[in-house]
């Protein structure tokens, strides 16, 4: 059974029949002539786009489900629960969660926002929102919207081809999208309902969160049923991410192998040591290097190094099966946070945002930076009275999400979320990013914005080779050859 192929079909049949098209000559000829006939088609194209938006973004958020770590995902959890049972779905809340959740670039392209443009889905949101409330009707004065409609459409139906190599198939009493023999259950968010036969889709919760709507994908018509089987999916979302980082994001097992590989670093991490016990305002630490140079065998045990001193650190390490986004780090941070009593939470309106935490980007950063620059706590045994800030692998969470950038972090935004003043932490603020570059230090692919707080050390930038008294000190244990070492020495082959 493929539900979207039965709309799809629909769809180009009353758009052949009728013979719709942009034209807005042929369009004025239907307003007049058969407007019961255009709404039809309206009906149709917006009810094959509704069906694709919305099974769209449950298939793709089942299998990133399946596809989790043991760890989880704390920001994927988080948008989820807040789309999909703090408030009653809209075509917002779906196309948020297509966006968090696709990772193929052909799920990907119509969530990207194009330069100067809106991405697709964008477009058909704001549309149908505009259709529903009238603020566009089937009249001449909507003329060119209706136009613009009809080529949105056209685009909309091309994505049938993500959906055409699959079929909902109903197995030991649960949907399941079978595709290529992969087989994701979307239960509870496709179940069966009071039609055996009919599959039924996730509609949201509703009177107090008591009962949960479903929309039959076949006959069209809404059905109530109790809200029990849904909870039992969002209450295990909800604990995860109540009260602090707990399990969702834990790096200790990397933070384990990476020190395992520590070998010949003592110059580097002591003088990260001490730019973490300064303080001066030149408080961000760029450590940088060719790829296999140990900067992640570095930094964790400099962050090993620091908890042991009672000193305080936040740490994100990107491709950590989490998820890859600078919006992640700073989730984590602010857990982190919690989790060890950083902030003060005194002011009411801080402790309401801790408590449930903003999900737009931009209002994570306002919340952050005002942890940072007025509701921080320095804990008695921290003897610098400095916080350490570390993100190890900046370069992976540029490219996974390229339109997040870290120069975000340090500006202020105003209303309408655009960049005003730059923003700098306090100098006991001390912050470090680690990132790829070439053999000469130069930034080619990943680029640091400039900014005059940086920290100028000769040894991290670039970290090269290990010197060879490193490298005989580190193996005097073991049995290796002169040419073990010199190639050592040369390349640094430490892996990262």
Known sequence: MNPIQHYHQRYEEIKREKKVSSDLDRLTELIESDNAGLNNFFMAALGMSTLMLRMGAVIQMCRKFELLDQYGDALFTKNVLENLRETLPSDTSWKNVWNISASDDHWRAPVIQPKGGQALLDRFVTFRNKFVH??????????????????????????????????????????????????????????????????????????SKEEVAILNLIAGNEEAQEAKILERVFEPMRSSIQGGAGQVFDHSERIAYYQSCFVGRDREKNAILDFCTKSDDQNILRVKSPAGMGKGALIADVIQQLKENKSQVLYHFCGAGMQNSLHAALYH??????????????????????????????????????????????????????????????????????????????????????????????????????????????????????????AQIELLQPMKGLAAEAVDEAFKDFKVSNDFKNAVVEKATINN
Request: net charge negative.
């Open 134 to 207: 009238q603020s566009i009707q089937l009249n001449e004065a909507s003329l060119p919207q209706l136009s613009s409609s009809i080529l949105l459409f056209e685009e909309m139906a091309q994505l049938s081809v993500l959906f055409e190599k699959g079929n909902l198939q109903l197995i030991e009493g649960k949907y399941h999208w079978v595709e290529n023999k992969e087989s994701i259950c979307l239960f509870p968010y496709v179940q069966t309902g009071k039609e055996k036969d009919h599959p039924y889709i996730f509609q949201g919760l509703q009177k």
């Open 333 to 454: 941070f602010i857990l982190q946070g919690t989790r060890t009593a950083y902030w003060d939470r005194s002011e009411e309106s801080i402790d309401r945002k801790l408590t449930r935490l903003p999900s737009k980007y931009i209002d994570v950063i306002h919340l952050f930076q005002a942890l940072l620059g007025v509701h921080l706590n320095i804990q008695k045994n921290n003897a610098s009275g400095n916080v350490v800030i570390v993100i190890d692998g900046l370069d992976e969470a540029q490219v996974a999400y390229s339109q997040l950038k870290i120069s975000d972090w340090f500006y202020t935004y105003n209303d309408k979320e655009e960049p005003g003043e730059d923003w700098r932490s306090p100098s006991n603020i001390r912050w470090i990013f680690t990132y790829r570059c070439k053999d000469d230090g130069k930034e080619s692919f990943y680029q640091f914005p400039k900014m005059k707080e940086c």
